[in-house]
């Protein structure tokens, strides 16, 4: 087995160098979660601000309405598209 011989001030440079690079590492990754928290916050705020002027559902498109006899349409009741008829008071059949 070959053994190398480590100079003690060789080693202390060394160690200094791997404590500096851990410490590099770390200060890294503490701004990275700083910057990620901070966005998730941003986001936070813009999607709570936007529920206030506009309710979730209407981010996926107009509610249907219901007729007297349970038909789900879109728009108004003689002009709009039935999304389902039941066969009674459908002004359409599609």
């Known amino acids: 087995m070959d053994c190398v011989m480590i100079s003690g001030e060789s080693l202390l440079t060394t160690t200094a160098g791997i404590v500096d690079s851990i410490k590099t590492r770390i200060r890294i990754t503490a701004r990275t979660m700083l910057q990620h928290a901070t966005l998730f916050v941003l986001y936070l705020i813009s999607v709570t601000v936007s529920q206030i002027y506009a309710p ?29 008829c039941n066969g009674i008071g459908c002004p359409v059949r599609g």
């Open 56 to 84: 979730w559902p209407y981010y996926m498109g107009p509610r249907p309405s219901y007729d007297s006899q349970g038909n789900a349409y879109v728009g108004q009741r003689d002009a709009g598209i039935f999304l389902t």
